[in-house]
């Protein structure tokens, strides 16, 4: 009978690295533990990953390198540093897509609708279908102070000051 790939290796009950979780059901599955040193330079790479542009988001850097998307974002609500690091990688992809979205020429550019969609995701209060104006009292009476001084401006540019003089004809 042939054995499963990485059997040999598979951490037991009793191994300094492994750790049983338990689930509501009763169930328990093994979780190997990693060493320091290995989860500090697997965020090194995640971020070098960021930074070539060979991901947008933790979910492709754990298919890439064969973590769950469970465990990078723990890592990433635990390490505020991190988090705060990858959040500035994202920063700097969605403002090289704005201006690689800015600068388009009309001419073919490839996968815009995938960089729009990119950008959503990005930056989602700045580009979300359905706008929310966050419109209170004194944001309203403010706008409304500014229209009204601009129609008084704009009034006594249309209005003359002295009446226009009749011509009497004779």
């Known amino acids: 009978m042939a054995r499963p790939i990485g059997s040999k290796n598979r951490k ?4 300094p690295d492994y750790v049983k979780m338990g ?15 290995e989860i500090i330079s697997t965020k090194l790479k995640i971020l070098e990953m960021f930074d070539n542009r060979e991901i947008d988001n933790l979910s492709q850097a754990g298919n890439k390198l064969g973590l769950s998307k469970t465990r990078l974002y723990r890592w990433k609500e635990k390490d505020k540093f991190w988090s705060e690091q990858i959040n500035q990688a994202k920063e700097l992809i969605a ?8 600068n388009h020429d009309g001419r073919f550019m490839p996968y815009v609708t995938t960089r729009i969609f990119m950008l959503k995701a990005l930056r989602p209060n700045m580009y979300r ?12 009476t403010a706008l409304l102070e500014e229209l ?10 249309v209005v003359p000051s002295e009446p226009p003089k009749e011509e009497t004809k004779k």
């Open 148 to 157: 009204k001084a601009l129609t008084v401006k704009e009034s006594k540019k």
């Open 23 to 37: 689930f509501p059901s009763g169930a328990t599955k093994i979780v190997e533990s990693m060493p320091v040193a």
């Open 129 to 140: 279908d359905n706008a929310k104006l966050d419109v209170t009292d004194s944001k309203l």
């Open 95 to 102: 403002d090289e897509l704005e201006q690689e979205l800015k």
């Open 12 to 15: 037991k009950p009793g191994d």
